[in-house]
C-alpha cells in the first residue's frame, strides 16, 4: 500500500480484495457494510492496484486449487479430479452463480458431505441446497 500510495479505508479494502482474488479465498459483498466506505472509492483504488501489479489470476485456478485441498483436507483426494471436471462443466452452464458455491456443489456432488463442505467453503446450507436443485451438470 505505501508503494502505490494508498491510504485508508479504502485502500485498505482494495488491497483485501485484491488479495483475496488471487488467493482464491471468497469475499462475501457484506464487507463494504462492514467498513461503512464508499464503493466508488473502493473501485477506484482497487483499479489502480490492477493497474500497478496486474490482473489477479485466473479465478478459476484458485477455486480449483481450493477445490483439491478439499477433497484433501476431509481425506477422499481421489474425488479432487472428479470434482475439478464437475466444477468446469457447472461453470460453462451456470454463470450466475458464485464460483464458491458452483464449487461447493461439485464437491457434494463428487461424494463429499454437504454440511462439511458448506462448513469449510462458507456457503450457506440452504443456498447449497437450492443450488444443487437448480444447477444442472
Given at each position: ?25 471468497p469475499l462475501p459483498a457484506e464487507v463494504f457494510y462492514f467498513i461503512n ?73 463428487a461424494g463429499l458431505p454437504p454440511k462439511e463442505v ?20
Amino acid at each position: 500500500m505505501r508503494k502505490l500510495g494508498l491510504g485508508g479505508r479504502a485502500g485498505a479494502l482494495a488491497a483485501i480484495m485484491y488479495s483475496a482474488k488471487r488467493y482464491g479465498v471468497p469475499l462475501p459483498a457484506e464487507v463494504f457494510y462492514f467498513i461503512n466506505s464508499e464503493k466508488r472509492a473502493v473501485y477506484r483504488v482497487y483499479r489502480r492496484i490492477v493497474e500497478e501489479l496486474g490482473p489477479p489470476g485466473r479465478m478459476e485456478d484458485a477455486v480449483v486449487a481450493q477445490l483439491a485441498g478439499l477433497a484433501v483436507r476431509l481425506g477422499k483426494p481421489h474425488l479432487a479430479p472428479l470434482a475439478v471436471m464437475l466444477y468446469r462443466r457447472l461453470r460453462e452452464k451456470n454463470q450466475g452463480y458464485r464460483s464458491t458455491t458452483l464449487a461447493a456443489v461439485a464437491l457434494v456432488k463428487a461424494g463429499l458431505p454437504p454440511k462439511e463442505v458448506s462448513k469449510y467453503l462458507g456457503v450457506a446450507p440452504s443456498t447449497l441446497s437450492k443450488a444443487l436443485k437448480r444447477v444442472e451438470a
